[in-house]
Antibody
């Protein structure tokens, strides 16, 4: 069974940093692109970033470029999102997702709240 | 960026009805189109990829069609469990973009 479990969310002040983690199991992690997708409270879905299996390609939505960094560790079957210079508009549930285009499996999400 | 526009934004239907949701891309995306279902407080669930291919385990009451700029998701014989919000998403180019969602409610 494919399982994706996010962690690392919480309350952070504007300008602060947070690192999200996603533990993957039930599939060969190193075979798949992985993505982060977020959803602000009461709003729709927004793709954030994705990373190729070997980490050689990474793509970001413009609003997070230069502030967020996606990475992965195939030995640990884990995906990460380092978020710096956080803004109020980054407040959202962040989902870890298997896939780079077609997003086949989603974690349950972790809530990030940016507020003073 | 490719804009994805869903219609309608909300829809009321009865159990047993057949409904169709439309998704239009601002430029051609071939068949790089996916559909998702999301229930309140839950993660989205993948229904369809490549415009018309059903994800494993998804019942055949869900079907997708289209290519280029115009796509549809059809749900036949609505059951209480089908009332949710549905999103389309293009993966033809970066950034990946979603439609604004269609909320399907019980009449």
């Amino acid at each position: 069974e494919v399982k994706l479990v996010e962690s690392g969310g919480g309350l952070v002040r504007p300008g602060g940093s947070l690192r999200l983690s996603c533990a993957a199991s039930g599939f060969t992690f190193s075979n798949y692109w992985m993505s982060w997708v977020r959803q602000a409270p009461g709003k729709g879905l927004e793709w954030v970033a994705n990373i190729k299996q070997d980490g050689s390609e990474k793509y970001y939505v413009d609003s997070v470029k230069g502030r967020f960094t996606i990475s992965s560790d195939n030995a640990k079957n884990s995906l990460y999102l380092q978020m710096n210079s956080l803004r109020a508009e980054d407040t959202a549930v962040y989902y870890c997702v298997r896939g780079g285009g077609s997003l086949g499996y989603w974690g349950q999400g972790t809530l990030v709240t940016v507020s003073s | 960026d490719i804009q994805m526009t869903q219609s309608p934004s909300s829809l009321s239907a009865s159990v047993g009805d057949r409904v169709t949701i439309t998704c239009r891309a601002s430029q051609g995306i071939s068949n790089y189109l996916a559909w998702f279902q999301q229930k309140p407080g839950k993660a989205p669930k993948s229904l369809i990829y490549a415009a018309s291919s059903l994800q494993s385990g998804v019942p055949s009451k869900f079907s997708g069609s289209g290519s280029g700029t115009d796509f549809t998701l059809t749900i036949s014989s609505l059951q209480p469990d089908d009332f949710a919000t549905y999103y389309c998403q293009q993966y033809n180019s970066y950034p990946r973009t979603f439609g604004q969602g269609t909320r399907l409610e019980i009449k």
